[in-house]
């Protein structure tokens, strides 16, 4: 099997190169099923937001 990344020739079972050691396309048939979205089955509430306390520049406390 050939390497499409740089052109080594691997052994026909080989996962990798055993060059550069990219993973190796294999003819194996791939899962093409197409999955449909799932409709959520739990709400979740948003976070509560808060106000930050700032203190005005001028006043510093000592």
Same mark, same amino acid.
């Given at each position: 099997?050939?390497? &499409?990344?740089?052109?080594?020739?691997?052994?026909?079972?080989?996962?990798?190169? +055993?060059?550069?050691?990219?993973? &190796? $396309? *294999? *003819?194996?048939? @791939?899962?093409?099923?197409? &999955? $449909?979205?799932?409709?959520?089955?739990? @709400?979740?509430?948003?976070?509560?937001?808060?106000?930050? @306390? @700032? +203190?005005?520049?001028? +006043?510093?406390?000592?």
């Amino acid at each position: 099997m050939k390497c &499409l990344s740089c052109g080594a020739d691997n052994a026909a079972d080989a996962k990798f190169c +055993k060059s550069c050691g990219q993973p &190796l $396309e *294999n *003819n194996a048939p @791939r899962d093409t099923a197409i &999955l $449909e979205p799932v409709a959520p089955t739990m @709400r979740i509430p948003p976070m509560p937001t808060t106000r930050s @306390r @700032r +203190k005005s520049p001028g +006043k510093r406390r000592a």
